[in-house]
């Protein structure tokens, strides 16, 4: 696995391109992409989540709208492994996207590509605002595997969440900026992984 996310590192700082601006006013036309791809990037989000605890063989069910991990004994490494699945997932996803978008900027980004981008984005503010002391929330199980405060953690996810904001709406973003970006989220993966 950590072979795999050093290369996944390396990929994802190789390609290195400006973009031009994606505009949220495209939106107003025709909302419904935007908001189906807002929604499909929190599922995505969830389903990281669901895949990392199953392949670690805990069961998962639902509370609310939270999913949840019934009589888990985790370890403190695969805590933060499944706390952490859903904002790994969501890393993973924007930079996928934000990474085709800007080798061919011309093609231009849906708007369910830029919805996807977004929920990013929003779940990052949801975890420096409401979420960020949620008890069945991801941060308090971060908090819980690593003894970091959920208001660090947060703190911790604003670059990324910044840089793609950026990424998706800037004009002539410069170079380093995904390079910056990609090469937080990998630190991040290897640093979840090593753990």
């Not at 990474?99 to 420096?128: C, D, F, N, W």
């Not at 819980?144 to 959920?150: D, K, M, P, R, V």
């Not at 998706?168 to 993966?189: I, N, Q």
């Amino acid at each position: 696995m950590r072979a795999f996310l050093l290369l996944l590192c390396g990929f994802m700082l190789a390609t290195l391109s400006n973009a031009q601006a994606w505009d949220i006013n495209e939106t107003k036309s025709r909302p419904l992409p935007f908001l189906a791809g807002m929604l499909t990037g929190i599922v995505v989000h969830e389903i990281g989540h669901g895949i990392v605890a199953t392949a670690e063989g805990y069961d998962i069910g639902v509370d609310g709208f939270s999913i949840v991990y019934p009589n888990a004994r985790m370890t403190r490494s695969s805590h933060l492994e499944v706390a952490s699945a859903g904002i790994q997932t969501q890393w993973l996803l924007s930079e996928a996207i934000l990474r085709k978008y800007e080798a061919r900027p011309a093609a231009g980004l849906s708007q369910h590509h830029a919805g996807m981008v977004m929920s990013h984005i929003a779940i990052t503010a949801a975890y420096l605002t409401f979420l960020n002391n949620h008890p069945d929330g991801d941060l308090i199980g971060i908090e819980e595997a690593t003894g970091l405060s959920t208001d660090t953690l947060a703190a911790l996810l604003i670059l990324p969440a910044a840089l793609d904001y950026w990424r998706l709406t800037g004009k002539d973003v410069p170079r380093w900026v995904p390079a910056v970006s990609a090469g937080y989220k990998g630190a991040g993966l290897a640093a979840i992984w090593t753990y």
